[in-house]
């Protein structure tokens, strides 16, 4: 029989006997914060176990747009529960509507599944693409995210001696999954065009981040992504932009909206829904209606919490506050204050540095110049990088010390958070500076790959 922990058992202590590691994700594994127990989060903040107080940048790696538990949305998943919950058999009026507006917000959208994660959608996306196109290979990029899945779990932060090799970040992964996929440079347009002209009969889909914000921030060269719409229209293969980052927070037609670069088939997360459960996939009506979501169609798709109600109605109260109220206004006005006055407080101190991002997203990295692809990231002071973030910390300023990882402000963070967003930076690079080194173990801060 099992028995209940004793008293004198830490929360961390308690988790780690139960859970693998202590958390549920292996990026919730940070090294100097093993002992994170989160209790409340509200706005711009979040507060540990202890009571101490975090100004939150992190956020959940992005969604809450609108803040950490946002009352619109909180209210309207409230009163859907009410009257709905899981059914499991036909469709909702919600789900309904959150189709309809999706297509007529993203341009690529003539068609939407609902998911609950984007690893599902990008899974669903490249495998209706084989199905569509009869071909085996994917092409995929250095640095870009798409999930969990097999055929993309590769090359993501690769240490500099695994850059322009396989690099799974995962074992398990059979070979031959591992070979029918091509890792490319991203802003590589060249790269692009000799990749197609070897393989282009054979590559069912490209997928890429149109900004890789796994990353931190490379921003797209205006040539790579009309390159990349190009040769698929080219070479009959499937354009795939993996939204889930970019989308909703960026703008409400996503990336694409903003590049004027349309794919065939989109996918978006949980930042549609202020960081509950949901994702979607969209695109080409003749490419959708291949999901067996159509009767008789032969690629099989199926999820049991595929619109659930409470995440539905998220997504509705999500959307459209982003459309009544002056959200991005707000956070891009935010976010050009830190690009604009985060680099002389930087210079001042002689760093090497440089603050780069878009809209709502920043990231500094320490480095002499912007960086446009993975290689340029390797000069990346990651000492420095994760260093300075844990001390953030430690004044209740939190941006991920994990290397490459960007930073996110929300629609509930004000200009007195920027302002110590920013001092509160030059404190603690100073600090590193004369101290010489980062605190703790940066042995797994650095790295998303090398699984052999």
Known sequence: MNQQPAPSISLPERARQV???????????????????????????????????????????????????????????AEAGRTLDLCGVGVTEGEIELAETLAELVPSMERVLLTSTGSEATFHALRV?????????????????????????????????????????????????????????????????????????????????????????????AEFLRTLREECTRHGSVLVFDEVITGVRHGLGGWQEIAGVTPDLTTMGKAIANGYPVGALGGRADLMDLFSSRPGAPVFFAGTYNGHPAVVAAALATLRKLREEPVHEHVFRLGDRVRAELPPVLASLGVPAVVTGYGSVFVTYFMDRLPKTYDDLLANDTAMFVGYRRRMVDQGVFELPLNLKRSHLSYAHTDADVDRLIETTEAAVRAQLADGGAPGDLSTASTMGGAR
């Open 19 to 77: 859970i693998p590691g202590g958390v549920n994700s292996g990026q919730r594994n940070v090294p100097g914060l093993a002992d994170l127990v989160i209790a409340r989060a509200q706005g711009a903040t979040f507060w540990d176990a202890g009571g101490r107080q975090y100004t939150d940048y992190h956020a959940a790696f992005g969604p809450p747009l609108l803040g950490h538990n946002d009352s619109d949305v909180a209210a309207a998943v």
């Open 129 to 221: 693409a084989r199905a569509a196109t009869g071909r085996r290979l994917v092409v995929k990029f250095q640095g870009c995210y798409h999930g969990w899945h097999d055929a993309v779990s590769m090359n993501v932060i690769s240490a500099p001696d695994r850059v322009g090799h396989r690099d799974p970040i995962s074992t398990g992964i059979l070979p031959e999954v591992l070979d029918a996929t091509l890792v490319l440079r991203f802003n590589d347009p060249e790269g692009v065009r000799a990749a197609f002209a070897d393989h282009g009969d054979d590559i069912a889909a490209v997928i890429v981040e149109p900004v890789p914000h796994n990353v931190g921030c490379l921003l797209p060269d």
